[in-house]
């Protein structure tokens, strides 16, 4: 455990400009939308930016295994006694870590703001807490496809696995929203959500998303135990 925190903070310090970013962003569109503090505005805030954190948690976790390999720095990682599960559950600790904070400014800024206008944010720590476990879901699904694809396959195989219900519904298909808790949160936000409390509704959502996250993950050692790492790749 120790290991996997080392290197996950290691991963985390590397990402410091894309963190700096990421910030500056958050804080700024949040004033931009405190000037005009509407029920309306704020759930738009927290409908489109719980996709940004998806996507920037998923777009930092892909091409970092294809980075580490081309810098070398994944040899000098393993030849220090690190298995190769606990470099992966490092990489993923990392993105964690960075979902953590971008959850943590979304979350504080849509409770700021609905606070600047008098409108009650119940239900928001509930949403903010799945969508941090669609976070680590997502990051796991990412990783697990860097394994053995090229970044911008591992992206699209991602986005294919995330989108899975839009695609069961486009055919008519039955969905079983708890084996697809990324699309159960976008569901929930863009159809019935309004910060009402939800008491204990999101609680399977939340065990399906982290569940999968480690299945995603030993999946990913698996696979990455037999590929070889001393190769760039192209």
């Not at 990682?77 to 490092?90: A, D, E, T």
């Not at 969905?175 to 009402?196: E, M």
Request: hydrophobic share 55%; charged share 10%.
């Amino acid at each position: 455990m120790r290991a996997i925190i080392f290197i996950g903070t290691n991963f985390v310090r590397t990402q410091w400009i894309a963190l700096a970013v990421m910030c500056t962003y958050v804080l700024g569109i949040g004033g931009v939308y405190r000037v005009h503090t509407q029920r309306d505005e704020v759930l738009f805030f927290l409908r489109w930016h719980a996709g940004y954190a998806i996507f920037f948690a998923t777009m930092i976790a892909i091409p970092a295994l294809q980075t580490e390999r081309k810098t070398r720095r994944i040899l000098a990682v393993l030849s220090k006694g690190i298995h190769r599960w606990q470099y992966l559950g490092g990489l993923l600790c990392g993105c964690t870590m960075i979902a953590a904070l971008f959850c943590l400014l979304i979350g504080g800024t849509a409770a700021w703001l609905g606070q600047q206008g008098g409108i009650p944010t119940d239900g928001l720590a509930a949403i903010m807490v799945l969508l941090f476990s669609c976070c680590v879901f997502a990051v796991s699904v990412g990783l697990f496809f860097a394994t053995f694809f090229h970044p911008l396959l591992a992206t699209a195989a991602t986005s294919a696995v995330l989108a899975l219900p839009l695609i069961f519904i486009q055919f008519g298909w039955p969905v079983v929203w708890a084996f697809f808790p990324a699309g159960a949160l976008f569901r929930t936000l863009w159809t019935s959500f309004q910060f009402q409390p939800l008491g204990n509704t999101l609680n399977p959502l939340i065990v399906s998303a982290i569940s999968q996250a480690l299945m995603f993950w030993i999946a990913a050692a698996l696979v990455f135990a037999r590929r070889d790492v001393t190769i760039s790749p192209e």
